[in-house]
């Protein structure tokens, strides 16, 4: 399994990051047969700095010598690692929200049309037979308009990864509370490692999927933009 990994690190100077990574995630060496607990949710065989899916800087600080940059003679360097206050998290965010939204009005014209809709959970408690519980559910007019739309792989919104997840699931809950969960995931990684060593997945405590992102983003918050945040890829 390979994942990106985002670690907090205290305020530290462009030169010494690379050794703060490796004294943070040090603790976690799946390799380190001595360590306890061990849970192989929380470890890595290896892990290096990123080469794509980086940080943003803002724009004012687009050349600032405190963020740490990698390239491999081919790409263009990026920024694996910066001090919070000069990464963009506004503008991944705010690209985010306006996709998320986009995609809510998109399926609220549709269901407005075909009141009623159903989610899949609905019909697999209603039959036995897997296969009569998806046909009846993707025969529902709303969700037909998104296979459809997913056939053409030219709609903005319905694709199929939406409709293998099930629109109507993913839509409830209320605009508001989607677009939060937009713009937490736009900043979330597979896991994450906190000031104190804490090692946190959707698999901490069962938490799943969307507690896991906007407790992240609440974390990210809750620090001060001195702190350093680095993003490594992780192997195990």
């Not at 940080?55 to 790409?75: C, F, K, N, S, T």
């Not at 629109?167 to 736009?186: H, S």
């Amino acid at each position: 399994m390979k994942f990106y990994m985002t670690v907090f690190l205290a305020p530290t100077s462009q030169e010494l990051v690379v050794p703060a990574l490796t004294a943070a995630l040090a603790p976690f060496d799946y390799n380190d047969y001595l360590r306890e607990p061990f849970d192989p949710d929380e470890a890595w065989d290896r892990w290096q700095l990123p080469q794509r899916n980086t940080l943003p800087l803002r724009p004012e600080h687009i050349d600032d010598a405190r963020a740490l940059r990698v390239g491999d003679g081919v790409q263009d360097e990026v920024v694996v690692a910066a001090p919070k206050g000069i990464v963009d998290f506004d503008a991944l965010r705010q690209s985010s929200r306006g996709h998320a939204a986009g995609a809510w009005d998109a399926w609220a014209k549709v269901v407005s049309a075909y009141p009623g809709t159903l989610p899949r959970g609905h019909f697999e408690e209603l039959h036995d037979d897997p296969g009569k519980a998806q046909r009846d559910w993707i025969l529902q007019p709303a969700v037909q308009e998104v296979a459809q739309a997913a056939a053409t792989q030219e709609h903005p919104y319905f694709n199929f990864s939406l409709l293998n997840a099930d629109p109507v699931a993913v839509f409830a809950g209320g605009r508001d509370r989607f677009l939060a969960r937009a713009a937490a995931e736009a900043i979330a990684t597979h896991a994450y490692l906190t000031l104190d060593g804490r090692w946190l997945t959707q698999y901490t405590d069962d938490r799943g999927w969307d507690t896991h992102i906007l407790e992240m983003a609440d974390y990210l918050d809750s620090l001060p933009d001195e702190g350093v945040i680095a993003r490594v890829w992780c192997h195990i």
